[in-house]
């Protein structure tokens, strides 16, 4: 069974720092773009950040652009998400994704029809 699972996610002061953890089991995506997405309460789910299977490419919605860096470990099945700078805004719950779509080597996922399995989230909340 493939599952995505999250992990990193709590409560932490404005400007405060945040790293959250991606791990996969069931299969490797070490050949798939890899993305995060938040939703926050009453609002749809969004893209945040996605990553090309060789991990060279990165796109960010532009919220965060400058204060959150994707980053993955083929070794270890694992994406990661380093939020800093972090508003109250940016308080979700927030997605690991892997994507089945293929575009090319530097191919980066930004839609949610994009994305193929999903983990259960991890919650993160931006305290001002």
């Known amino acids: 069974q493939v599952q995505l699972a999250e992990s990193g996610g709590g409560l932490v002061q404005a400007g405060g720092s945040l790293r959250l953890s991606c791990s996969a089991s069931?299969?490797?995506?070490?050949?798939?773009?890899m993305g995060w997405f938040r939703q926050a309460p009453g609002k749809e789910r969004e893209f945040v950040a996605g990553?090309?299977?060789?991990?060279?490419?990165?796109n960010y919605t532009d919220s965060v652009k400058g204060r959150f860096t994707i980053g993955r470990d083929h070794a270890k099945n694992t994406v990661y998400l380093q939020m800093n700078s972090l508003k109250p805004e940016d308080t979700a719950v927030y997605y690991c994704?892997?994507?089945?779509?293929?575009?090319?080597?530097?191919?980066?996922?930004?839609?949610?029809?994009?994305?193929?399995?999903w983990g259960q989230g991890t919650p993160v909340t931006v305290s001002s």
């Open positions: 990553i090309n299977w060789r991990g060279e490419r990165t």
């Open positions: 994704a892997a994507s089945l779509t293929y575009s090319g080597p530097y191919y980066v996922a930004r839609a949610l029809s994009d994305y193929h399995y």
């Open positions: 069931g299969r490797t995506f070490s050949s798939n773009a």
